[in-house]
């Protein structure tokens, strides 16, 4: 038997189906139950054995017996080098460099940041690319019984301010993060800058008001990260990153049994959220706990997450 703690990252060896006396290959991932995962790796065989780790995502230590996995296998393919793989490679990579600051580096750092950038650029997001989603957690709104749906009219706004709420809503629309509706329930919209970044740029927020229906949903005990906690494990490092996810909220399913709740009407029509909107009274708990699930066994060691998530080395 294996016994895996909760919400942990746990090496194991385990033994695996080989062909013609393979010595190495691909584990692919896989279900060994409820919430419990194997990792996707590139593995080496010893004595039938391949060294891999197992996540429980589940809020209790479980007991598993030892699984027999299948290995797959290597085959060789032509490379496709960054200088053969056409223009539309070149210009995401030469868009990707151009966003990047390099006023406070020196020649050797600004090279080894450019090369790494160059490596990863298909993990950066640029306009026009598609919102990914993740399906490690799905947001449900729990509602006071008794409760009926909220109609709530819609706020006046400045004409130059409903230009920019249409142009935002048919980005969401066309990003798959809205869809039309019939919902009885309506929550105002309004408008409110963002915070000024390195471009310089004044840009605006559209934000729906649910203060309304959050007033009449039952609340979430999920722990959210402690300031002065995440500043104690920062003491000692030296070298950090901050990642901010875009649109992080917006690529967690909302439950189709809520979509109606959070809707809301602009000069378009009338919409729901196919995608957790942000304001909503559990959605910061919801989102803790999917980055928590998704990077458990490394928060504390290797990364803190709150909102943007940070990553961390001690001691180099």
């Known amino acids: 038997m294996i016994t895996l703690q909760e919400r942990s990252e746990t090496i194991v060896k385990l033994p695996v189906e080989v062909e013609d006396n393979q010595k190495e290959g691909i584990l692919e991932k896989c279900k060994l139950g409820e919430g419990i995962y194997v990792a996707n790796s590139l593995t080496t065989v010893g004595d039938g054995y391949v060294i891999t780790s197992i996540l429980n995502t589940n809020e209790q230590g479980v007991e598993i ?10 085959e060789e393919l032509p490379v496709v080098t960054g200088e053969q793989g056409g223009k539309g490679y070149k210009d995401r990579k030469r868009e990707v460099l151009s966003k990047l600051r390099f006023e406070h580096l020196n020649d050797e750092e600004r090279v080894m940041l450019e090369n790494t950038c160059s490596d990863y650029q298909d993990i950066f997001y640029l306009p026009g690319d598609e919102l990914s989603a993740t399906n490690a957690a799905k947001h ?7 409760t009926t749906p909220i109609n709530t009219e819609r706020y006046r706004l400045l004409e130059a301010q409903k230009a920019e709420i249409e142009k935002q809503v048919d980005e969401m629309l066309e990003k798959d993060i809205i869809e039309q509706s019939h919902s009885p329930w309506n929550s105002p919209l309004l408008i409110v800058p963002k915070k000024v970044d390195a471009s310089g740029e004044k840009k605006w927020r ?3 008001d649910f203060r309304k229906l959050n007033d009449k949903t039952i609340g979430n005990a999920y722990p959210l990260p402690d300031i002065t906690e995440i500043l104690d494990q920062l003491g000692q490092s030296k070298y950090f990153s901050c990642i901010d996810m875009v649109m992080g ?10 979509r109606e709740k959070p809707a809301f009407s602009s000069k378009q029509g009338h919409w729901e959220y196919r995608r957790m909107p942000f304001g909503l009274k559990t959605a910061s708990a919801t989102f803790q706990s999917m980055m928590n699930s998704v990077l458990s066994g490394f928060t504390g060691s290797r990364c803190l997450c709150s909102w943007t998530m940070w990553s961390f080395m001690r001691g180099h």
């Open 206 to 208: 559209v934000v729906v």
């Open 249 to 258: 909220y917006h690529k967690i399913e909302l439950d189709p049994k809520d």
């Open 65 to 74: 017996p030892e699984p027999k996995l299948k290995l797959a296998k290597l």
């Open 140 to 146: 449900s709104i729990t509602l006071v019984p008794g």
